[in-house]
């Protein structure tokens, strides 16, 4: 039982990182983007862009459907009244964000509540924190920094296996309105930038025209000091355990971990099957008297068999319901350690069933 558990435990987790943003309902098709930027003979490569190149995209090329930037503002002070917090989950993001990530709104319209300037999008929990049981829209959230955010929309809580966590989201039109020159500068590198691509895409040929567009724009210039600039695409599922980069706000895993515990679930589960079988193994010289006073009075082998196999499928299904307990109670220390959320109705899915 507690060799099941443990493998039950592990493979909660496993599941859960090898399924980090597949909540997204068109995750197949969502790409962040990337640089690899040389320079006076360095290279760096960093999941971060300039700000015109999401709207050159989006207006240059029909494969791309849409595309969203998104900023992190940093550990900031917010109030409202005479409740202030420390925020340390908030970001900058074009309203299109809606349009690529699963993210439901409760309150408000996906379609506008980025839209305009010092306009502020919360999650539940922090509509809850804020105020309780009121409704939001409408409230005036202050920064330390002296702006002042009006709420447009509320949305659900976003799921613990997405490679970017937010609690606040600020319209990115008010980052644009403080810093227009920046918008239009494309050797300004510093914020991510995703895409959704048209079904069907071509990534080859998608990547190449691009790179010509980002040719155009910026790399003339570079060539004519020695350096060069190229963008590339990751596929939204790969982010969180197949990243590497510099400046990665994201939450990142590894897959080496990933595969480490796979292989120490196995090997538990494979000792527990040897203990079982050992132990199975040594008590049958005790029971040598019964099989020979059961074939004295006529049993078959296969009925022996029979037997022997229904006891022991009797003794592994308690097993089975006593690790299932186990992890159950189990599952709120995994969710402490690991800092994921995880729920029991988890073992009633078709892969641990």
Known sequence: AVG??????????????????RFNNKADRIYRLYHELTLNSQTRIAPVTSAPIAPALRQSFPEVENA???????????????????????????????????????????????????????????????????????????????REYAITGVIKNVPS???????????????????????????????STYILLAPGTDLKSFTAKMERLVYEKIGKDLKSVGGSLMIYLQPLTRIHLHSNFEFDNANIGDIKIVFLFSGIALFILFIACINFINLATARFANRALEVGL????????????????????????????????????????????????????????????
Not at 161 to 190: P, V, Y
Not at 316 to 345: H, K
């Open 4 to 21: 099941i558990a443990c493998c039950i435990l592990i493979m909660v987790w496993v599941q859960n990182e090898l399924n980090f943003d």
């Open 68 to 146: 969203v930037r998104i900023s992190p503002i940093g550990n900031t002070t917010v109030k409202y009244g005479e409740r202030e917090f420390r925020e340390d989950q908030v970001f900058f993001a074009d309203n299109a964000i809606f349009n690529i990530f699963s993210l439901p709104m409760t309150h408000g319209n996906p379609k506008s509540a980025l839209a305009a300037a010092y306009s502020a999008v919360i999650t539940e929990k922090t509509a809850q924190r804020y105020f309780g049981a009121d409704n939001p829209l409408g409230k005036i959230l202050k920064f330390v920094d002296g």
């Open 161 to 191: 296996n997405s490679h970017i966590s937010f609690d606040i989201l600020c319209s990115f039109a008010t980052w644009i309105s403080e810093n227009k020159q920046e918008a239009e500068m494309w050797g300004r590198i510093g914020l």
């Open 294 to 353: 059961k074939k004295t009075m006529g049993a078959s082998r296969g009925s022996l068999v029979r037997q022997f196999l229904g006891e022991t499928f009797f003794v592994t299904f308690l097993a089975v319901l006593l690790a299932c307990f186990f992890t159950i109670f189990a599952l709120p220390l995994l969710s402490s350690i690991s800092g994921q959320e995880f729920s029991s109705a988890i073992l009633l899915q078709p892969l641990y069933l």
